[in-house]
Each structure stands twice: as C-alpha cells, then as structure tokens.
C-alpha cells in the first residue's frame, strides 16, 4: 500500500514562557539536613578519586533550557531526578531557569563562581555554552543531556535512543488510529529531534501501511500556542493522534488534543497526569535516572568525560508504565515488538541513511 506522509513546515516565533527571577533566570534549592561535618582542610578534587567530604558538601546545579523546569518533559524529569539525589543521597542541589538562550552562559557561570561541583545542562541547545564553560574551568565536572559533541574529559554527554521509544509510540498509533491519519509535532528539526521522528514514523508504517503522518516543526521549544495551532491544524486534516517531540510547545498539542477530543502522545516523562483521558502513552527517556546516575558516580569518584547511552536494553527508553487507554491486543503486540527490538530482530532507524534505505524519503522535516 502507498505510504502516505504530508509535511507542513510552519516556523514558530520563539517565545520565553518562563517567568525569570533574579534578572534571567529563576532558580530552587534544596538542601539536605544533614550539617556538613568538619574536617579541618578540604580535600582537593583529585581525577578518578571520590573527594573526602560529606555529602552535604557536593554541590549540583541544573540550567534547563528554555522549556523551563515545568514542561512535563525533559528539563522537568531531569530535576525530578536531581531533587531524587538530595533526599536521598544527601547532596546539595539548585536550578536555574533558561528564560532564553542568552541566559544559558551567565546562568552556568552562576554555578562556576559558586564552586558547584557539577553542573548539569539540559539539552543540546546548551552544547555551545557548555563547552566554552568546560573549557575554561577545567576542575569543574559538566554533564550534557541530549549532546554527544563536546570531547573534553571533565565533560559527561548523557545521550538516549529517543528513536526506540518513538517507534513503540509510533506503532501504538499506527494500531490505534481510526482515520489512518495521524500527526508529528517537533519542536526543532535537527539531528538529535528527527530521531524522534524517524522512530514515529517507522513504527506507524509497520503497524499500519496505509497511514498517514502530518508532519509540523514548532521552531521552539518555548511555544504552546504554536503548537496548539498546530495540532489543529492536524486535528482539522483527519489526525487523531498527535505526537508531540517539542518541550513545553507539546503542552500545547495536549491542550488542542483534549478539546478536539483525540488522543495525543507525550514525551520524555509519563505525560498522562497532563490529561489522563488524551494522553494515549508518552515516549520515555528516563533522563532523571541518568541524573541521578551522574550524582553517584560523582560522589564515588568515577564520573568521567564521555558519552554515556541509554537504550530500550538498558531500561534507558520506553514507552511509559500507564496504559489504560492502551488496548490489551496493542499493548501484546508492542511488548512483542520490544522484545524484537532489545535482540536486534528490528533495527530502528535513527538517522536520515538508514531510515530512507527502508522507507523512502518520507519524512519530510530532515
């Protein structure tokens, strides 16, 4: 049957939804109880071994981008997973908020002067600044979500194949769908968010060789009016389901989905308590395990400079654990599929090479 893929390249303004305080950015800390015991000298950092202070002592702050840190997506998990760290591990921990991205550069130089022992940057948007940062502070330890390019040792890049838990949301829908029409909103077309959608797309056409995927790039991560406009737009041309890979701009497309009465998919973290009865399944990274991961290793001394993956294998990605609007035979089929996926049976693109090699020039965002 003919594959069916309609692009509609809508540019959006870029917008800051976040209200910032203190001049650019906002920020929360959280502190442990626990007072810090004396121990004459601090010890210095020594590469590849624990420092000797307690845990009180670290220091870990968080830049998100300009989603802010309540857009039910990554910035909001990766809190979630520093906030998991200082209870219970005892660190001392702080954000602050990315009104726009001339904010990312003072807002980790905030930390810097604050002699944070890591500093932990939300997104791919912030590699710049990162590196320039990791650069020139070569004792302070960096952590990067979603970025891979910054080869420096005090530099740990926390990458997820967002392309897995996309084909799984990709193949809901395709099973799900009643028009044989659904929708894709990114937030920014690039390497790493057309993984997104190279795994949405491919994961429909197995399920669904008739499908159709409206295809839409928000421009912003910042924006939900555009991307409520968008997914009306989607919405109006038959899709019932919608996708949204796209920060806090996705709040949008859940919004526009709840009152149109169609299903939508999240992303990132369990986005089911936005809606419970439209968010259909989200596509999970578990970015605020990672985080967590990052504070352990470096409280034990073993963080270091490189790139760390998070796959459906590792429990990196998945589709998320609610799912009550799910169908049971779907939910079978998708936990067979999985398993096909962690074996190698089904190797899902993740690059614009190998998804046209099996699917054609289909997507239309790259």
Known sequence: MKKKMLAVLLAGTMAASMTACGGSSSSNTTETTAAAQESGDSAEKTEGAAPS???????IGLI?????????????????GLERAGEELGVTVNYLESATDADYAPNIETFIDEDYDLIICVGYMLADATKVAAE?????????ID?????????????????????????????????????????????TMNQFGYGYCAGAIDANPDITVQQFNANSFADSATGKTMANTAI??????????AGATGLGVIE???????????????????????????????????????????MDGS???????????????DIAPTQD??????????????????SGGIEVPADKESFEAKYGDVYQLD
């Open 64 to 80: 998100t981008d300009v989603g802010g840190v309540n857009d039910g997506s990554f910035n909001q998990s990766s809190w979630e």
């Open 325 to 342: 609007l799910i169908a049971p035979e779907v939910i079978s089929a998708v936990d067979e599929v999985k398993e096909k996926i962690v």
């Open 236 to 245: 109006t041309n038959g899709a019932d389901i919608v996708f949204q890979a």
């Open 53 to 59: 202070k307690d845990a009180s002592e670290f220091k």
């Open 303 to 317: 963080l270091e400079g490189g790139v760390q993956s998070f796959d459906l294998a590792a429990g990196g990605v």
């Open 256 to 298: 526009a989905c709840q009152e149109a009465g169609v299903y939508a998919i999240g992303v990132d973290s369990d986005q089911s308590s936005i809606a419970p009865s439209t968010v259909l399944t989200s596509a999970m990274k578990r970015v605020d395990n990672a985080v967590y991961n990052a504070v352990e290793e470096l």
């Open 147 to 191: 970025d891979a390019s910054i080869d420096l040792p005090n530099v740990t890049g926390l990458i997820f194949h967002a392309e897995q838990a996309s084909y799984l949301v990709g193949y809901v829908a395709g099973l799900t769908t009643k028009t044989n029409n659904i929708g894709f909103v990114v937030g920014m077309s690039n390497e």
């Open 136 to 144: 020139a502070n070569p004792d302070t330890k960096f952590a990067i």
